[in-house]
């Protein structure tokens, strides 16, 4: 069973879009899905309209709780609280607490596949744990001169942990927010492509999409009101190759 984190260590590249997106195809597949929104601020758990929110706290604390409702058929959550950033202060420096997120978890792959985690866009314990937890790491990045910056400081975050011994997976790094109308954006996704190299997503890209706004205010994945965009498709690209069995299951 797999744990699927979705990290920048920059706001505003298509994170939580991503997160959502991924979990509603595969609710669409049938199969069981976790969300896990890690962020103070709690876009994901407002995105889906989750019962309760908490549950993410509660997990690191090392509280059994039972995930919750949204209001996407198919997609449990536990959701985000102010509490988190509470965790981010006052734990940080606790012995084996960047270890927490995946100790909690083990009950729950038993249960769910893929467990999805979405992710502050800062340096810190949250963030730290998801990475630790990780069976797959997937890094938005918009296509924009000033994103790569985010995308250096994630991709130097995770060499660190594996130089200490963390068994983070290599970044598959998803280019977002592509205005193809803009040459900067195409010059972005070339040093992209040159500086990362295989660790693009060679599967398509995320471009601007007004129906990405849509979605998030109509509290729906993307691939359930858009299903045939560009979008879309690249997203579901993306599932299978996390996801191989889910070809089968389409």
Same mark, same amino acid.
């Given at each position: 069973?797999?744990?699927?984190?979705?990290?920048?260590?920059?706001?505003?590249?298509?994170?939580?879009?991503?997160?959502?997106? %991924?979990?509603?195809?595969?609710?669409?597949?049938?199969?069981?899905?976790?969300?896990?929104? *890690?962020?103070?601020?709690?876009?994901?758990?407002?995105?889906?309209?989750?019962?309760?929110?908490?549950?993410?706290?509660? !997990?690191?604390?090392?509280?059994?709780?039972?995930?919750?409702?949204?209001?996407?058929?198919?997609?449990?959550?536990?959701?985000?609280?102010?509490?988190?950033?509470?965790?981010?202060?006052?734990?940080?420096?606790?012995?084996?607490?960047?270890?927490?997120?995946?100790?909690?978890?083990?009950?729950?792959?038993?249960?769910?596949?893929?467990?999805? !985690?979405?992710?502050?866009?800062? %340096?810190?314990? %949250?963030?730290?744990?998801? &990475?630790?937890?990780?069976?797959? *790491?997937?890094?938005?990045?918009?296509?924009?001169?000033?994103?790569?910056?985010?995308?250096?400081? *994630?991709?130097?975050?995770?060499?660190?942990?594996?130089?200490?011994?963390?068994?983070?997976?290599?970044?598959?790094?998803?280019?977002? &927010?592509?205005?193809?109308?803009?040459?900067?954006?195409?010059?972005?996704?070339?040093?992209?492509?040159?500086?990362?190299?295989?660790?693009?997503?060679?599967?398509?890209?995320?471009?601007?999409?007004?129906?990405?706004?849509?979605?998030?205010?109509?509290?729906?994945?993307?691939?359930?009101?858009?299903?045939?965009?560009?979008?879309?498709?690249?997203?579901?690209?993306?599932?299978?190759? *996390?996801?191989?069995?889910?070809?089968?299951?389409?």
């Amino acid at each position: 069973m797999s744990v699927w984190t979705v990290a920048n260590q920059k706001g505003g590249v298509g994170k939580t879009t991503t997160a959502v997106t %991924l979990a509603g195809i595969a609710a669409e597949r049938g199969f069981p899905c976790l969300l896990i929104d *890690l962020d103070p601020h709690a876009s994901a758990t407002h995105y889906l309209r989750a019962e309760a929110a908490g549950g993410a706290e509660a !997990l690191l604390r090392g509280t059994p709780t039972e995930p919750c409702a949204t209001a996407v058929p198919g997609i449990r959550m536990l959701g985000a609280s102010a509490g988190l950033a509470a965790i981010e202060r006052q734990q940080g420096a606790a012995q084996g607490m960047g270890r927490r997120l995946a100790q909690g978890l083990a009950p729950l792959r038993t249960r769910f596949d893929p467990i999805i !985690l979405d992710t502050p866009p800062m %340096l810190g314990t %949250l963030l730290v744990n998801a &990475l630790a937890a990780a069976d797959a *790491l997937i890094v938005p990045v918009q296509t924009d001169p000033l994103a790569l910056h985010g995308l250096e400081g *994630l991709m130097r975050t995770v060499e660190m942990m594996r130089k200490a011994g963390a068994g983070v997976p290599e970044p598959i790094i998803l280019p977002t &927010l592509m205005d193809r109308r803009v040459r900067i954006s195409h010059e972005t996704l070339a040093e992209m492509r040159k500086r990362w190299g295989a660790a693009v997503f060679d599967g398509g890209v995320v471009p601007m999409d007004t129906r990405i706004r849509e979605a998030a205010r109509d509290g729906r994945p993307l691939n359930t009101c858009a299903p045939y965009r560009h979008a879309t498709a690249t997203y579901e690209a993306l599932f299978e190759r *996390l996801h191989p069995s889910s070809s089968e299951a389409a």
